[in-house]
């Protein structure tokens, strides 16, 4: 199976999920994907998966449970950067949950 490729809002590539793992551009490994549910490696809630690419959290969103934290993953080989996506328009009550990353 493919890797996932994730961008930030802004169409910028931001990096990659490889066996429902998320890495950045480099392979550092970030966070894992549980279901739509993205968490940091830290096991703070970061978003949900949007359109597929994109990890979005509500604004209104109560603040989620830390979960316990995962095994870091071996590192993956770091793929080939794609080119940049168009920006999309903002989304009214969410923000690009990858910008605090």
Same mark, same amino acid.
Request: charged share 20%.
């Given at each position: ?25 480099? =392979? ?31 604004? =209104? ?25 168009? =920006?999309?328009? =903002? ?11």
């Amino acid at each position: 199976m493919a890797d996932q490729k994730i961008y930030y809002w802004n169409g910028k590539y931001f990096g990659f999920i490889h066996n429902g793992k998320l890495f950045a551009a480099n =392979s550092k490994y970030v966070g894992w994907v549980d279901g739509n549910e993205v968490w940091k490696a830290d096991g703070t809630y970061l978003g949900e998966l949007a359109e597929g690419n994109y990890i979005l959290r509500r604004t =209104s969103a109560p603040t989620r449970p830390t979960r316990a934290v995962k095994a870091t993953p071996a590192t993956p080989a770091t793929p080939p950067i794609p080119p940049t996506k168009p =920006s999309k328009p =903002s989304r009214p009550g969410y923000i690009d949950a990858l910008e605090e990353l």
